[in-house]
C-alpha cells in the first residue's frame, strides 16, 4: 500500500500538500493526543504553511474525522468475496484471511487505528461513528456464512454474525491487538501463513457440520 493508504500517489500541487498534511497529523495525534495535537507542528511537519492546512482541514476535530476516514478507506480491502458453492470452503476463506493480514500488516494502517483507538477510549463520542463505519466493513463475511449455512456446509446452531467474530477474533488477537497495545511488530510472512491456515483450520472444526 502507498503512504496514508491512498490509491496512488497524487500528481497535483495540493493534493501532495493534503497527504503530507495527513501523515504529519498522524505522527502528531499518536505522540500527543487529541488534546496535545497542535495545528502548528503539524504544517511545520508536513513544510507547509499553517494556512495551508486551515485551508485544507478547517479544524482539529475535521483533521481527526479526515484520519479516521483514510483508516474506513483502507479496510475497503476487507469485503469478503461471494460465496461460491463450487469452491472449498477452505479456499474460499484462506483467501479472504490472507486478505486481511496484508491489511493488518500494513504501518500506515496500524498507526491510523492507534490513533483512532486512542480517541476512542479518551472521547467516545468524537470516535464512534466512524468506528462503526469499520465495523459495517466486516458485513462481507458476515454475508458469507450466511450463505454456506444456507447450503449446508457450516452448521446453523450460530448467528452468522457471530460465527464472523469468532473468525475475526482469533485473526485480531495475534496479529493487531498484541500490534496496537503492545506495540508488538508485526507478524512476518512465515507466522502469517501459520496463522491464516491455525484460523481457518480451527474454525471449520468446529463449524462444519458432522460427516
Known sequence: MTAMNLPGRPTRLTDRKREAILRAAVAEFR???????RMDRIAATA???????????????????????????ASRSLDAPGYDPARPLREQLLAFVAQKLRLLGDASFIDLSRVAMAE????PERARVMMDKLAEKEEGLTSWIR??????RLRDDLAPADAAH???GMV????????IAMGAAPLD?????RLMHDCV??????RAPAP
Open 120 to 123: 476512542l477510549v479518551h472521547a
Open 31 to 37: 505522540e500527543f493526543g487529541f488534546a496535545g495535537t
Open 47 to 73: 513544510g507547509v504553511s499553517k494556512r495551508t492546512v486551515y485551508n485544507h482541514f478547517a479544524s482539529k476535530d475535521e483533521l481527526f474525522t479526515a484520519i479516521l476516514w483514510q483508516l474506513w478507506e
Open 166 to 168: 469468532q473468525l475475526q
Open 147 to 152: 450463505a454456506a449455512q444456507a447450503d449446508g
Open 172 to 179: 485480531k488477537a495475534f496479529a493487531f491487538w498484541p500490534q
Open 201 to 206: 483450520d480451527m474454525f471449520l472444526a468446529v
Open 189 to 193: 510472512a512465515a507466522a502469517q501463513q
